[in-house]
C-alpha cells in the first residue's frame, strides 16, 4: 500500500488459453489487497490489458508490467522473496517474521503457474503455504496479503478512480466518482 515498502506479486510462468483468467486474476487480487504493482510474463498481454483498465476505472496506484525473465527478477530482487506454495511453511507460523522483515525492506511475492523448478524454492527467503492442502494460487495469495497487511487494505482509499462499488446487502451498485 501507498505508505508502507514496496510489496511486487510476480506471476511465476503463463500458458496462454489456458491461465489467462488465473492470471488476470492474481494480478486484481495483488491490487485489490495492498500490492504496489504485479510483473506478468511476457506472454501474458491479455491479462496485462485487463488489470491495465480495471486500474484505471477502479483507481490506483497500481502498476502493472510484463517481464521477459521472472527468474531473473527473482534473483536480483533486493529485498526478500516469499513464493506462495501449498508445500511451505504455514503461514501463520512465518507471517510475523516476514511482516518485521518487510517493514525495513522491499518484498517481492512469487505466484507460480506451472510446476515451479527448485531453483525458486531456494531463492526465496520464505517458501510460504496459506494451508499444505491443494487450493487456487489467487486463493493463496490473497489470504497471504490479507495477513501481511492485517486487514488494513481492506480500508485503502483509491486515487484518480473513474468508478466506485457502493457497498449494499442485497444487488449491485456502481457509481461514477463525478455522480457523488
Not at 506454495?85 to 518484498?107: F, K
Request: hydrophobic share 35%; proline share 3%; glycine share 8%.
Amino acid at each position: 500500500m501507498q505508505t508502507e515498502t514496496e510489496v511486487t506479486v510476480v506471476r511465476l510462468g503463463h500458458r496462454p488459453g489456458r491461465d489467462e483468467r488465473m492470471t488476470t486474476h492474481v494480478g486484481l487480487t495483488a491490487r485489490a489487497l495492498g500490492a504496489g504493482r504485479v510483473v506478468l510474463p511476457d506472454n501474458a498481454g491479455k491479462s496485462r490489458d485487463t488489470i491495465v483498465d480495471i486500474t484505471e476505472r477502479f483507481g490506483g496506484p497500481f502498476e502493472v508490467e510484463c517481464s521477459e525473465s521472472q527468474k531473473a527478477l527473482i534473483r536480483n530482487w533486493e529485498g526478500k522473496v516469499v513464493h506462495l506454495t501449498m508445500y511451505g511453511e504455514r503461514v501463520q507460523d512465518v507471517e510475523e517474521d516476514v511482516r518485521e522483515t518487510w517493514s525495513d525492506e522491499p518484498l517481492l511475492v512469487v505466484v507460480g503457474a506451472e510446476k515451479v523448478s527448485f531453483d525458486v524454492y531456494e531463492a526465496a527467503d520464505w517458501n510460504v503455504g496459506v494451508t499444505n492442502q491443494p487450493h487456487s494460487e489467487v486463493a493463496g495469495l490473497a489470504v497471504f496479503l490479507d495477513r501481511l497487511f492485517e486487514g488494513r487494505e481492506l480500508d485503502r482509499e483509491w486515487e484518480d478512480a473513474d468508478q466506485r462499488v457502493i457497498p449494499k446487502a442485497t444487488g449491485k451498485r456502481v457509481e461514477s466518482v463525478d455522480e457523488e
